[in-house]
């Protein structure tokens, strides 16, 4: 099993541009989630999903979106990218049943100039 | 909502000797509490967790913690640590909402 895998690994946009992220997990998980990591801040969830076909708003939403159309991929997704969203993007997945611990992604360190 | 509170931002130690990272959780309930390790570049792991049962919880690489419900903490020790451990150490609780909080972390520097 691979299990969370994130693409891409690094990227640089200028403000404005838009991209999509995407996080792929092989372990049937319901649950996954988009945090972002930022010196000093710890981990901050931006998105979540319980299932295919419905997302959430995590602590700090604005500026990304989301969609899981399928159970196994979550994407974040970024319209106008702003230098505020310079950081590094972890995804997570999880199964519903019981109370276990959420499976991170190698992370992806995006930098907007 | 869930707050949990890492006490210490960076904690320099010398190798073999023992360490103690601090974590405390605003009152719930019930939580259910997690520690996770990030080494350089690369994502989160778990080292171990707190469900329910015993109060003192053994890890992976050698790590417990104590679950404390009066003092709503559930620090992390290791009687001797190793330069492999030096790492960024994420202290986070699961609320009965499925959801998690995290700690903002802390910097663990082992020196030889």
């Known amino acids: 099993n691979a299990g969370v895998t994130q693409t891409p690994k690094f990227r640089v946009l200028k403000t404005g541009q838009s991209m999509t992220l995407l996080c792929a997990q092989d372990m049937n998980h319901e649950y996954m989630y988009w945090y972002r990591q930022d010196p000093g801040m710890g981990l901050r969830l931006i998105h979540y999903s319980v299932g295919e076909g419905t997302t959430a708003k995590g602590e700090v939403p604005d500026g990304y979106n989301v969609s899981r159309l399928k159970k196994q991929n979550f994407l974040l997704g970024l319209e106008s990218a702003a230098p505020s969203q310079t950081s590094v993007y972890f995804c997570a997945s999880s199964p519903r049943t019981g109370r276990n611990e959420q499976f991170f992604g190698p992370g992806t360190r995006l930098t907007v100039l | 909502a869930q707050s949990v509170t890492q006490l210490d931002s960076q904690v320099p130690v010398f190798e073999e000797a023992p360490v103690e990272l601090r974590c405390n959780y605003s009152?719930?309930?019930?939580?259910?509490l997690f520690w996770y390790v990030q080494y350089p570049n690369q994502g989160l792991q778990l080292l171990l967790k707190y469900l329910s049962g015993s109060t003192l919880v053994k890890g992976i690489n050698g790590f417990e913690a104590e679950f404390n419900k009066s003092q709503t903490s559930f620090h992390l020790r290791k009687p001797s640590v190793h330069i492999s451990d030096t790492a960024e150490y994420f202290c986070a609780v699961l609320n009965t909402g499925n959801q998690f909080y995290f700690g903002t972390g802390t910097s663990l520097t082992v020196i030889p």
């Open positions: 009152s719930s309930v019930s939580v259910y």
